[in-house]
């Protein structure tokens, strides 16, 4: 393909535009223009404007040039063609928040059950006081106490209005911070143009039509343009139309490029014709926002990408979704969004099940003993009758029996479960950043502390990625330094020069220096750099090559790709007919294309294969053992047109004339992260495109490679041979014999990457499923860092497309970040952990509690609102506090927990019954003797709405106290002694800690009969203090327990075992995936009926409970449960689970 180079009209001016008042062309033509494709646009174009330079002229632009960039015509080219803008989705206002939380069927049930309570408190049966109708101890009010009945549905009421104000509140302010993230990823986007003959970078919401915008491989673009110059360009447009092919573009058969598709080959300059709302992408979002029903399933679609909302793209908020959600009405899955989800919410999920089930046994055998002690001693015992007048009497006693085992359920279920998590999360992401990980998805932080194996890129993450000529084989020499230029033939040299500054992109640059005595800044291609460094340090300049002969003047590019691992460029002879061709690439590939060398005269010799291959032992292995990449310059000359297409051909009969070692020096912290990745027990495997001597340097300087130890060091085509069948089928066994020992895979190409990835994780040698991390930066990284557990691209070198398929972007490029990761995904887990010890503690002392202390007094020790209380402790304050623990290096030490790993270890398992046991012990004990102990009246068996007692004041007291303490102990999980080590270095933990005691103190002392406290004196304080300080002594104790005794602890919270992966987790391919995505959805299907089921119970349990009691719902529940609702990452479990929650809301 020729480049098209019509003559070009001046740069546009202002007052040019005055003049016209208007351009010579509309939106609305720019836009039934872009609809058009390949020869349909091409001949359009001839048609009305002539050709592209045309459409140049009409929109006042020069394609050399640029535009003016003066302020005036900007604006009027926003106002004429609209701004590069999509605006997202209108957000909800609060009002529409607050009336989404009130359609909340549990919040309707509350509303309908609090109106209930208001009418029984002011309608009194006739045979209630009767003794013909019996009498349930606590059943009976007093005069005084029955005109207080009113303040109970007043109670669930107020605890509605709170429960909707934070629930919009937090979906407020999780859409707020979604958008600033959105936003700022928005900013930081930035696109090459041309304005006043400048190449300059701007923000992509300023590109305006008539723009000259310059595109490059791994380019998303940012608005729809037509081509004006192009070298090789292939776009991936699979993101709008579903084809995976990628297009070719040329000015003669299709030189339209649409907005949001990648440039996954070559370059070139678009001259810019549609932005925002006008693009293909802009009216693509117009059509689906245009009904309902498609928004609605866009969010769905938005929210299944990512946990908190939609996943975050690079260009456009709404963008992404939109165009997935064409792909998925074309039926094509090319963009596939991550099948397996994470393993933390897996585990968590089953145990809540696990929970829920034991709760719901629990409370219903409360209920039955219940029933069954009032009916016996009411007709039974005192033989009476049930009669009609009675009726109301005996319908009020039973749904109190329901509202207690109800009760019994509420405290049983870890509503702080879901919360602890997103809190965790949310902490973990902010604390990140600052750790240079910008996280996408929410998962991928705690996946990052499973990780096993980590697959990193060399250029960049493992070295510096400043790269710098240090070596050179020049003219027969072999120049340990940079030659001077006296040193080197003149013809030579003047070759070396033109082919380094001419064959290279043109917007790889070297820029002087930020600061004064700093080094120069490389911008572009890091590679290309250091050889234009080295036309530099051979006291010669680029630049003034390259202003001769311009892009337009290149008469064929064939640019780099991880195939041909090459670069050439075609030049037409100036003087007369033939071409001239200059090429770089890998040393051994370029070589073998070779049949001639320079000499020290600059004439060409023979360059046979024995040449060669002591040229490669003489010269390129004792480059590559010094870890130097090896580039050979070489060149061509045609004297007549070839086929240009026929690369094999054109690749060939090539003459050398130099060959350079280039330096990129491995980063000075990385031997250290690696070797912490390695105590770890994670694997670190190097996969770089370099050859296997250069690999292997590198790899032991980084320490990925020790000395003496048995391990792998290959290249891509060796790799094939060993893991290919005679057909060229991948074979899992034969991968198997090959990933455990590989530690270095040199002269890789991307599917290689993909291969060893996938075939890592499809893997079953070894007790689990291995967790991979990958790194990348180029375009054709995508697929692995998709099929990746953790996919980590490159925030500086990273390309748009590599950005995209990612999880988590590396603001730096380097290998530490990954190690902070690491920490972060471990810290997420042990966090959970910690507080999963500290709930469950609470929940079995107080289920057990409110069981017997109903079954023997008839009512529960521990009031509503004090259970609202301890669940607030429990649950929100818990959370906060053991889910925001900083990490600590620590966490590097022990090996992967792995994916069947319980979440509940033996060790916590003796926590938690451990401390169980003490609480229990001292409840009991002040249950049935503590009026005795602190000779005071007895609080048994007293009415209903009688005065609090002393006695229940100090069980409740005391129960919050142990609680307060326990908080501590559950700091740590793996057995250690010392559970205030580090404490100050979480000031959250402490003022969670210090803020409950506070409040314990106003509630006790101040809460009167709204918490059924009454004031105790300094001495009963000092008592519940020491109670509670005995939890610290009863930890230590527990901890001095060898835990391998008790074989009889079991673990709780298992991953989903290794027999019962799903079909889906482990397939590839278009036609398997829609099959298990379809799978998935039924099993989400049914994953959500049950967890709905179990939502609607707590709530019901929540009304009845605040119905009998007088209090106020805990805010913080709906919410902390609705998050849990909203994350459709939960790993649908074994079909027989939703069939149990079935039956369990049939008989609720």
């Known amino acids: 393909m020729a480049n098209n180079t019509a003559d070009h009209p001046p740069g546009n001016s202002v007052t040019e535009i005055d003049q016209d008042g208007d351009f010579g062309i509309t939106m609305m033509q720019l836009r039934d223009l872009m609809e058009l494709r390949s020869g349909e646009a091409v001949s359009k174009i001839a048609e009305c404007y002539g050709d592209v330079q045309g459409i140049c002229r009409r929109l006042k632009t020069s394609p050399i040039e640029g535009l003016s960039a003066n302020p005036t015509d900007l604006e009027k080219r926003y106002t004429a063609f609209g701004k590069n803008f999509i605006p997202p989705k209108k957000p909800k206002t609060f009002l529409q928040l607050v009336w989404e939380a009130l359609q909340d069927v549990t919040l309707i049930i509350l509303e309908v059950a609090a109106i209930i309570s208001l009418g029984l408190s002011f309608y009194h049966p006739q045979g209630e006081g009767k003794d013909n109708c019996g009498q349930a101890s606590g059943g009976v009010e007093d005069e005084g106490e029955a005109q207080a009945g009113w303040i109970e549905g007043a109670a669930i009421l107020f605890s509605v209005i709170i429960v909707v104000l934070v629930t919009a509140f937090n979906d407020w302010s999780k859409e707020k911070q979604f958008r600033g993230l959105q936003s700022r990823i928005e900013k930081e986007q930035k696109f090459t143009v041309i304005r006043k003959g400048q190449v300059i970078q701007i923000s992509?919401?300023?590109?305006?039509?008539?723009?000259?915008?310059?595109?490059?491989?791994?380019?998303?673009?940012?608005?729809?343009?037509i081509l004006i110059q192009g070298n090789d360009l292939k776009i991936d447009e699979s993101s709008l139309t579903g084809e995976s092919d990628h297009v070719r573009k040329s000015l003669e058969k299709d030189p339209m490029l649409l907005?949001?598709?990648?440039?996954?080959?070559?370059?070139?300059?678009?001259?810019?014709?549609?932005?925002?709302?006008?693009?293909?992408?802009?009216?693509?979002?117009?059509?689906?926002?245009?009904?309902?029903?498609?928004?609605?399933?866009?969010?769905?679609?938005?929210?299944?990408?990512?946990?908190?909302?939609?996943?975050?793209?690079?260009?456009?908020?709404?963008?992404?979704?939109?165009?997935?959600?064409?792909?998925?009405?074309?039926?094509?899955?090319?963009?596939?969004?991550?099948?397996?989800?994470?393993?933390?919410?897996?585990?968590?999920?089953?145990?809540?099940?696990?929970?829920?089930?034991?709760?719901?046994?629990?409370?219903?055998?409360?209920?039955?003993?219940?029933?069954?002690?009032?009916?016996?001693?009411?007709?039974?015992?005192?033989?009476?009758?049930?009669?009609?007048?009675?009726?109301?009497?005996?319908?009020?006693?039973?749904?109190?029996?329901?509202?207690?085992?109800?009760?019994?359920?509420v405290v049983a279920v870890p509503e702080g479960l879901p919360l602890a998590v997103t809190i965790s999360l949310a902490y973990s992401v902010k604390k990140m950043m600052k750790d240079n990980n910008l996280v996408r998805h929410l998962d991928a932080c705690e996946t990052m502390g499973n990780a096993t194996a980590i697959c990193s890129d060399k250029t960049g993450t493992l070295t510096m990625n400043r790269m710098t000529v240090v070596q050179a084989y020049i003219g027969d020499t072999h120049y340990k330094n940079v030659p001077e230029p006296e040193a080197i033939n003149p013809e030579t040299l003047e070759l070396l020069v033109n082919s380094i500054s001419i064959n290279s992109a043109y917007t790889t640059k070297i820029m002087p220096p930020e600061m004064e005595g700093g080094l120069p800044r490389h911008v572009g291609n890091k590679t290309e750099c250091s050889l234009l460094g080295l036309v530099l340090d051979l006291k010669r300049d680029y630049q003034p090559i390259r202003d001769e002969i311009p892009e337009e003047k290149l008469y064929k590019v064939y640019t780099f790709n991880s195939s041909r691992k090459s670069m050439s460029t075609v030049l037409k002879n100036a003087t007369g007919p033939g071409f001239r061709m200059y090429s770089k690439g890998a040393s051994e590939i370029i070589l073998r294309k070779c049949s001639h060398i320079l000499d020290a005269s600059g004439q060409p010799r023979a360059f046979k294969a024995k040449d060669r291959d002591e040229m490669v032992r003489k010269v390129i292995e004792p480059?590559?053992?010094?870890?130097?990449?090896?580039?050979?310059?070489?060149?061509?000359?045609?004297?007549?047109?070839?086929?240009?297409?026929?690369e094999a051909e054109i690749l060939n009969d090539l003459t050398c004339i130099c060959v350079v070692g280039i330096e990129d020096p491995v980063r000075h912290e990385v031997p250290e992260a690696i070797a912490k990745c390695q105590r770890a027990g994670i694997t670190v495997r190097m996969v770089t495109g370099d050859n296997i001597n250069t690999a292997r340097a590198i790899a032991t300087k980084c320490g990925i490679?020790?000395?003496?130890?048995?391990?792998?060091?290959?290249?891509?085509?060796?790799?094939?041979?060993?893991?290919?069948?005679?057909?060229?089928?991948?074979?899992?066994?034969?991968?198997?014999?090959?990933?455990?020992?590989?530690?270095?895979?040199?002269?890789?190409?991307?599917?290689?990457?993909?291969?060893?990835?996938?075939?890592?994780?499809?893997?079953?040698?070894?007790?689990?499923?291995?967790?991979?991390?990958?790194?990348?930066?180029?375009?054709?990284?995508?697929?692995?860092?998709?099929?990746?557990?953790?996919?980590?691209?490159?925030?500086?070198?990273?390309?748009?497309?590599?950005?995209?398929?990612?999880?988590?972007?590396?603001?730096?490029?380097?290998?530490?970040?990954?190690?902070?990761?690491?920490?972060?995904?471990?810290?997420?887990?042990?966090?959970?952990?910690?507080?999963l010890q500290f709930q469950l503690t609470v929940n079995v002392v107080a289920v057990i509690v409110a069981f017997t202390g109903a079954c023997i007094t008839q009512d529960s020790p521990l009031k509503a609102v004090q259970m609202l209380w301890v669940?607030?402790?429990?649950?929100?304050?818990?959370?906060?506090?053991?889910?925001?623990?900083?990490?600590?290096?620590?966490?590097?030490?022990?090996?992967?927990?792995?994916?069947?790993?319980?979440?509940?270890?033996?060790?916590?398992?003796?926590?938690?019954?451990?401390?169980?046991?003490?609480?229990?012990?001292?409840?009991?004990?002040?249950?049935?003797?503590?009026?005795?102990?602190?000779?005071?009246?007895?609080?048994?068996?007293?009415?209903?709405?009688?005065?609090?007692?002393?006695?229940?004041?100090?069980?409740?007291?005391?129960?919050?106290?142990?609680?307060?303490?326990n908080e501590i102990n559950a700091r740590k999980i793996h057995g250690e002694r010392n559970v205030f080590e580090g404490i100050?270095?979480?000031?959250?933990?402490?003022?969670?800690?210090?803020?409950?005691?506070?409040?314990?103190?106003?509630?006790?002392?101040?809460?009167?009969?709204?918490?059924?406290?009454?004031?105790?004196?300094?001495?009963?304080?000092?008592?519940?203090?020491?109670?509670?300080?005995?939890?610290?002594?009863?930890?230590?104790?527990?901890?001095?327990?060898?835990?391998?005794?008790?074989?009889?602890?079991?673990?709780?919270?298992?991953?989903?075992?290794?027999?019962?992966?799903?079909?889906?987790?482990?397939?590839?391919?278009?036609?398997?995936?829609?099959?298990a995505e379809m799978e998935l959805r039924r099993g989400q299907i049914l994953w959500f009926r049950g967890l709905n089921r179990i939502q609607t119970q707590i709530k019901v349990v929540n009304a009845f409970r605040s119905s009998l009691y007088e209090g106020l719902e805990k805010p913080e529940s709906r919410s902390s449960i609705h998050n849990f609702m909203s994350h459709p990452e939960f790993v649908p479990l074994s079909e027989e689970e939703p069939h149990v929650f079935q039956i369990d809301v049939n008989s609720v």
């Open 984 to 1075: 100050y270095r979480n000031p959250i933990f402490c003022s969670v800690v210090l803020g409950t005691f506070v409040l314990q103190i106003i509630i006790v002392q101040f809460g009167g009969k709204p918490f059924s406290c009454t004031a105790l004196t300094i001495d009963q304080w000092l008592w519940c203090v020491f109670i509670g300080v005995g939890e610290l002594l009863w930890g230590q104790l527990i901890s001095a327990i060898p835990t391998h005794h008790l074989k009889f602890l079991k673990e709780a919270g298992h991953g989903i075992p290794k027999d019962q992966f799903s079909e889906e987790v482990l397939t590839e391919g278009a036609d398997e995936i829609d099959h």
């Open 705 to 835: 490679l020790q000395p003496g130890e048995d391990f792998l060091c290959m290249e891509g085509k060796d790799f094939n041979q060993q893991i290919r069948n005679d057909k060229g089928e991948v074979e899992q066994e034969r991968l198997d014999k090959v990933w455990p020992k590989l530690r270095v895979l040199a002269r890789s190409s991307p599917t290689d990457k993909h291969t060893l990835v996938k075939g890592i994780i499809d893997s079953t040698v070894g007790e689990t499923r291995q967790v991979v991390a990958v790194t990348g930066d180029g375009t054709n990284d995508g697929p692995a860092l998709k099929k990746a557990d953790v996919g980590f691209a490159m925030g500086i070198a990273g390309t748009d497309v590599a950005k995209e398929a990612s999880d988590i972007i590396l603001t730096d490029d380097n290998f530490t970040s990954i190690v902070k990761a690491v920490m972060w995904g471990r810290n997420v887990y042990d966090s959970i952990s910690k507080f």
């Open 204 to 225: 992509v919401a300023e590109i305006v039509v008539g723009d000259i915008a310059q595109i490059k491989y791994g380019d998303l673009l940012p608005a729809d343009g």
């Open 259 to 409: 907005s949001g598709t990648h440039v996954m080959e070559g370059s070139g300059r678009m001259v810019v014709t549609a932005v925002g709302l006008n693009s293909q992408t802009g009216i693509i979002v117009t059509l689906l926002g245009a009904t309902g029903e498609d928004e609605e399933k866009k969010v769905k679609k938005a929210k299944t990408q990512d946990g908190i909302a939609l996943e975050i793209q690079p260009l456009k908020s709404e963008e992404g979704a939109e165009s997935e959600e064409k792909e998925e009405k074309e039926k094509k899955k090319v963009n596939v969004t991550k099948k397996e989800k994470s393993v933390l919410q897996g585990k968590l999920t089953r145990l809540a099940v696990q929970i829920g089930k034991a709760g719901l046994i629990m409370s219903a055998v409360t209920v039955i003993i219940l029933i069954l002690y009032f009916v016996i001693d009411t007709f039974g015992v005192q033989g009476r009758k049930w009669t009609a007048e009675c009726t109301p009497v005996y319908i009020q006693y039973f749904v109190k029996f329901f509202i207690i085992g109800v009760t019994v359920l």
């Open 871 to 965: 669940n607030l402790i429990m649950d929100t304050l818990a959370s906060l506090a053991l889910a925001t623990e900083p990490p600590t290096e620590s966490l590097l030490l022990r090996k992967p927990y792995g994916r069947n790993k319980p979440l509940i270890s033996r060790t916590m398992m003796k926590n938690i019954l451990g401390h169980a046991v003490y609480q229990l012990v001292i409840t009991f004990t002040l249950l049935f003797a503590g009026e005795k102990l602190f000779n005071i009246d007895n609080g048994r068996n007293a009415p209903l709405h009688s005065p609090p007692s002393e006695h229940y004041t100090i069980i409740f007291n005391v129960f919050v106290m142990m609680q307060l303490f």
């Open 623 to 646: 480059m590559a053992c010094d870890g130097l990449r090896t580039i050979c310059v070489a060149m061509r000359y045609f004297t007549t047109e070839p086929d240009w297409d026929n």
